[in-house]
């Protein structure tokens, strides 16, 4: 698997953290009855270090579902984001090829979106080892569904448009990739979707890193087109995203 982490497009996050924020999406309850079933085990109660927390957006969901959580944030501005609306929840700076913690402490290590950053052969261990007997690490991804045509064809133009752009193929590979480490993986693929104005989905792409490291002319350039792109497929202005929201959870079975 190959790893983004450590580049210039991880640390892009930190100038686009409020937009990332408040335009990115969620999850739904679904993923962590879903994390639930598969681990065996509950959040109520557990110790969770959500590891690339990033603002919060994950924390936010695992604390409500009654879990102890600490966040794991390497990059600044992401980590200030996520005290300045989630200040009680503790907060590391860390990331998950170095976990900062005593072995042994955690019942989940959970990554939203976030996993794809790390270096398995260094993260899956890490986890493995601040895990207790019977915890689970726990990958999640939202992707847009490409079966609509729209996202597809969006994808098509960032992949054209941004040289550095990724999608999400650590998704494919992270069953295998906890198996080789001996964790016990389990996955499950959930269906869920939003309606949003134009200009919150406008905002979740321009905070994608691939777009955020673009100069500033040709960023907004690009915006410019996406917008009519968009308007032309939802007139009203209001964007119905349909998402496959992505889980593998891996099982520590010492």
């Excluded at 937009?19 to 109520?44: C, K, N, S, T, V």
């Excluded at 557990?46 to 969901?61: I, M």
């Excluded at 098509?156 to 990724?166: F, G, K, S």
């Amino acid at each position: 698997m190959t790893s983004l982490h450590g580049t210039a497009l991880a640390s892009s996050f930190g100038a686009v953290a409020a937009q990332y924020d408040a335009a990115r999406p969620g999850y739904p309850d679904a993923l962590f009855d879903a994390i639930e079933e598969l681990a065996g085990r509950p959040l109520r109660g557990a110790r969770v270090l959500d590891v690339g927390a990033g603002t919060g957006k994950a924390t936010r969901r695992l604390r409500e579902r009654g879990a102890e959580v600490v966040a794991v944030e390497p990059t600044p501005g992401m980590a200030e984001q996520l005290r300045a609306t989630t200040p009680d929840v503790p907060l590391v700076r860390g990331d998950g090829d170095h976990l900062p913690f005593a072995a042994d402490c955690a019942d989940f290590v959970t990554y939203g979106q976030a996993f794809h950053w790390t270096t398995p052969e260094r993260s899956v261990p890490e986890a493995a080892r601040v895990l207790r007997p019977g915890g689970a690490i726990a990958l999640f991804w939202n992707i847009k569904d490409r079966s609509a045509v729209w996202p597809l064809e969006q994808e098509r133009r960032m992949i054209a448009a941004c040289p550095q752009y990724h999608g999400y193929s650590a998704v494919d590979e992270s069953a295998p990739e906890l198996g080789r480490h001996g964790l016990d993986p389990r996955r499950a693929l959930l269906h869920w979707s939003r309606r949003i104005p134009l200009d919150q989905s406008l905002a979740d792409l321009g905070s994608r890193s691939y777009v955020a490291v673009l100069e500033p002319a040709r960023r907004a350039e690009l915006m410019a087109a996406e917008r009519e792109e968009l308007l032309r497929v939802f007139p009203d202005g209001e964007v119905v995203e349909d998402f496959q929201l992505d889980l593998t959870v891996g099982v520590v079975v010492r």
